[in-house]
């Protein structure tokens, strides 16, 4: 699964790394991004590729309650297409969420081990993603999900679940302005293979999401 992560660059990194036009409004880093908070996206709007912020947790367009995102953080890849929550968002509703590095808790025999993983040859990178807007008494929202996947041979000793990493060159394909069918974004997500990764050790601070500062990512022996 994918919980809590990272985005360190700078604005002009994120517009150049992305082949992005305009500035991101509103535009900070954080060190503990968490389920709940507004996080950096990008679609395509039939005409361009748009940064902005959508709020991490699924909330369907039909939901009758807006809770329900707080359950819906990740979606498995495997099913997604068939999930009357993702189905037609695959079709048509794709998005990247931008990072540049993803926490895991590995367990151990006394705890739960918190790491910080990366990709290995390139600093941000983007997760494969869902958006939906809901509208409801006046109130509207613009959430987003994250894809998972079984863990690859790197991940599989940390957990057994994984957020799906685009290649760089993919990312456009992922939200390119056409409607799929659900089947075969699942089997595009299914075909693509992922950047060598790289993880380290880091303290229980990050636990808790009301720390976001550099002692997040602060290496422990």
Known sequence: MCGRY??????????????LEYPIESYQTSYNIAPGQQVLAIIHNGREKRAGYLRWGLVPSWAKDEKIGYKMINARSETAHEKPSFKSLMAQKRCLIVADSFYEWKKTEREKQPKRIELKDRKLFAFAGLWDKWLQDDKTLFTCTILTKDSNEFMQDIHHR?????????????????KLQPETAKQFLQSIGMDALTAYDVGNYVNAAKHNDPQCIEPIA
């Open 6 to 19: 990272t985005l360190l660059a700078d604005e002009l990194e994120i517009l150049q790394e992305f082949d």
């Open 162 to 178: 994984m957020p799906i990493i685009l290649p760089k060159a993919l990312e456009d394909e992922w939200i390119r302005p056409q």
